[in-house]
């Protein structure tokens, strides 16, 4: 679930997910660039481990209750080609292939994420609505996607307990399309978790994901992640974070840096 966990990471610094704190702090009508760079590993159930480079390229147009994102991602993945994409979409149950390393242009990521409620004064309820199309620029024969639209719908919440700790949560669909002669699961996925600020520049928590196998025969995906965030300056911002897997479809152990600039 790489392209969540930037989400939130990324998201949470004010609060939201990566990626994490709700980004209410924003002007009206502000515009910021991220990128940064994510590295995973790990077999995916498989006998042979597959390694995926992302670094992503997101733009982000936002006000006070709408955010308008788009992500063009490069991906370089290594492996058999069991799995592809940057979301690690295990495809098939073939064993011992040749590992080749393939890289190019990622799918194309566009998500309009609008707040629904707001509920409470003091230590308020917040629900985000999330609405992404994954469009299939990325190269099928070179196992970089799947060459099919996925479209994903998701409900994020947050609620601040204290002062400075704010729990999230988030649960959400994908209608995956598929590839030809394959038939892939659309899946549920959820995630919930804890933010602290530690101090006004920096924030870390760290929360933990579940996804629903790809295909049948696999495992679901089960993972936790920790992230730190630090806010350089007025314009700049910097959030990094490590990932672990808990099943045999999941990363083994992943992790990324992005930084973001804030116009």
Known sequence: MKNIKIDVVIAIVSLSTLPIIHTTAFAEGTFSITSGADYST????????????????TGKYETELTTVKLTVPWLQITGPGDVVGSDATLVSNRSNQKRTTQSGIGDTIFAVTQTIANIGQVKPLILDLTGKIKFATASKTKGLGTGENDFTIALDSYKP????????????????????GINLNNVWFGSFGLSCR????????????????????SEPLRETTAFLSHKINPNYK???????????????????VMLAYTF
Do not use: C
Not at 165 to 176: S, V
Not at 198 to 217: E, F, H, K, P
Not at 238 to 256: C, M, N
């Open 42 to 57: 790990g077999k995916y159930g498989q006998s042979q481990s597959t390694d995926i480079t992302y670094i992503p390229l």
């Open 161 to 180: 307990i204290s002062k400075n700790a704010t729990l999230f949560a988030g649960l959400g669909y994908k209608k995956t399309g598929d590839p030809d």
């Open 198 to 217: 530690l101090n006004y520049t920096t924030s870390a928590g760290v929360m933990a994901d579940y996804r629903q196998a790809s295909i049948n025969s």
């Open 238 to 256: 910097l959030q990094s974070y490590i990932t672990h897997g808990y099943s045999e479809s999941s990363t083994d152990w992943g992790g990324g």
